[in-house]
C-alpha cells in the first residue's frame, strides 16, 4: 500500500550523523575507537551541569516549565536581552525547524545558504516547501556574502549565515555582514547561526549576532550548549530575535519542546567558565596541532574559528577516511558536503589527537588508500 507522503518529504535526505563509535568497532573487530566527526566537546559536559542533572532527575515524573523561565532569565541576564527575544529550542536543530515553519510554505518563498554550509538549512527549506538558492563559498571557503547578496530579492524569506561555518570553520567579519545589511529587503529574515561562537568570540571584528538584534534589525541569532558546554546530547539551544519573531516562533513550536534537563543543566554550564576556559584551551592548542600535521602532508587547512579543521587533501578523501577508520579514527569525509576531496576533523583531546596525527603519518606515508 502506498502511503500518501508528500512529494518534499520524499526529497529530503535523511541527516548522515557521523559513524557512531559502537558500530566501527562492531564492524571492524577493534577495541579502540575515536570520534572525532561531529564537533562534540571532547572533555565532556560541564561537571556543574552534570550534578544539577542528577539532582533534577528526582523530578523527571513532572512535565518541564514549557516556558524555561529559569533558563530564559539566566540568558536575558547574561546577553542583556528582555527575555521576550529570547526562544528556546530542543537543540539549534530544532530552531532551524521552526524558522521553515514559521517562514517558508511555497515555491515561491525562497531561501538563502552558502555551499557547503550546515545541511539543516536545506533540509527547513526543503520540508516547508520553498525556493532552495545555495551560494558557493568562495575560493578560501568562506561565505560569499556579495554574492549571496545578490541573489537576495523580494521573495527571499531566509537568509542562513553560519558564523563561523561548519563544515569549514571559516567566519565573516562584521564590516563585511555590515554591508550585506545595507539595503536588504524589509521583509528577508537573516539567520546568524553562531553554534561555536564561543570558539570565535576573541578574533578582531567578529560579528555578534547580537548586536543586530538590539538594532531592531530582521535577525535570528543562534547559539547553543552542544559545542562549547558540552551539552549536545540533551539538547538545548536558543535564539536571540526581535519580539515579533520570537512569538512567531514560540507559537509553532510544541508546549514542552526542551526537556526539565536540559533547562537545568543549560543554567549550571552557563555559569561553568572554569569548564568553557578549559574548553577554549584544549581546542586552541589541539587546532594549531591538527593544522600543522594536515599541512606537513600538502593537505590545505582552511582557517578555521571553530572546534573543527577542514582540510583539502589534494586527493579523493574517502580512502583516506576509510583507511583511518581501519585504524580506529573516525572522522568526516568530504562526500556528503559536496567536496569529495576535502575532509573535517573535530579537536578531540591531546591523547586523541595523537592517535590521529599517527593515524594520519602512517595513512599517508603508507599510501594505502
Ligand atoms: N548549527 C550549526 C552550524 C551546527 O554545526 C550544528 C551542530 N552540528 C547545529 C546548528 C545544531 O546544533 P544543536 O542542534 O546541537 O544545537
Request: negative net charge; hydrophobic residues 40%.
Amino acid at each position: 500500500m502506498a502511503a500518501p507522503i508528500r512529494p518534499n518529504v520524499l526529497g529530503l535526505t535523511p541527516y548522515s550523523p557521523g559513524k557512531p563509535i559502537d558500530e566501527v568497532k562492531r564492524e571492524l573487530g577493534i577495541d579502540s575507537v575515536i570520534k572525532l566527526a561531529s564537533n562534540e566537546n571532547p572533555l565532556g559536559p560541564s561537571p556543574k551541569a552534570i550534578a544539577a542533572v542528577e539532582n533534577a532527575a528526582w523530578s523527571m515524573n513532572i512535565y518541564p516549565d514549557g516556558s524555561g523561565y529559569a533558563l530564559k532569565q539566566a540568558l536575558s541576564k547574561r546577553f542583556q536581552l528582555p527575555t521576550g527575544q529570547i526562544v528556546l529550542g530542543n537543540g539549534s536543530d530544532e530552531l532551524i525547524h521552526l524558522l521553515g515553519l514559521v517562514f517558508l510554505g511555497s515555491e515561491q518563498d525562497e531561501v538563502v545558504v552558502g555551499d557547503p554550509s550546515f545541511v539543516r538549512y536545506d533540509a527547513a527549506a526543503q520540508l516547508a516547501p520553498s525556493k532552495l538558492i545555495k551560494v558557493p563559498l568562495d575560493s578560501d571557503y568562506k561565505h560569499d556574502l556579495v554574492a549571496m547578496r545578490k541573489r537576495v530579492n523580494d521573495n527571499t524569506k531566509l537568509v542562513f549565515i553560519a558564523n563561523p561555518n561548519n563544515p569549514t570553520g571559516t567566519v565573516v567579519l562584521k564590516k563585511e555582514l555590515d554591508h550585506f545589511f545595507s539595503d536588504l529587503p524589509k521583509n528577508t529574515v537573516v539567520v546568524l547561526d553562531e553554534a561555536y561562537f564561543e570558539f570565535a568570540e576573541g578574533l578582531a571584528d567578529f560579528p555578534n549576532s547580537l548586536d543586530y538584534v538590539r538594532e531592531g534589525r530582521n535577525v535570528v541569532g543562534l547559539r547553543t550548549f552542544s559545542k562549547t558546554y558540552g551539552l549536545a546530547g540533551i539538547r538545548i539551544g536558543y535564539a536571540f530575535t526581535t519580539p515579533a519573531i520570537a512569538d512567531g516562533l514560540d507559537r509553532a513550536r510544541e508546549p514542552f519542546n526542551v526537556n526539565s534537563l536540559a533547562q537545568v543543566a543549560a543554567i549550571a554550564a552557563l555559569d561553568d567558565r572554569e569548564h568553557i576556559q578549559e574548553t577554549l584551551a584544549n581546542n586552541r592548542k589541539g587546532m594549531s596541532r591538527v593544522n600543522r600535521a594536515l599541512r606537513a602532508h600538502g593537505a590545505h587547512a582552511c582557517e578555521s574559528y571553530a572546534n573543527f579543521v577542514f582540510a583539502d587533501l589534494g586527493r579523493p578523501a574517502g580512502p583516506v577516511f576509510q583507511a583511518l577508520l581501519k585504524k580506529g579514527v573516525i572522522i568526516r569525509s568530504g562526500e556528503i558536503f559536496g567536496t569529495p576531496n576535502c575532509v573535517r576533523i573535530t579537536i578531540g583531546t591531546e591523547d586523541e589527537i595523537d592517535r590521529f596525527i599517527q593515524a594520519f603519518d602512517e595513512v599517508i606515508n603508507e599510501g594505502r588508500f
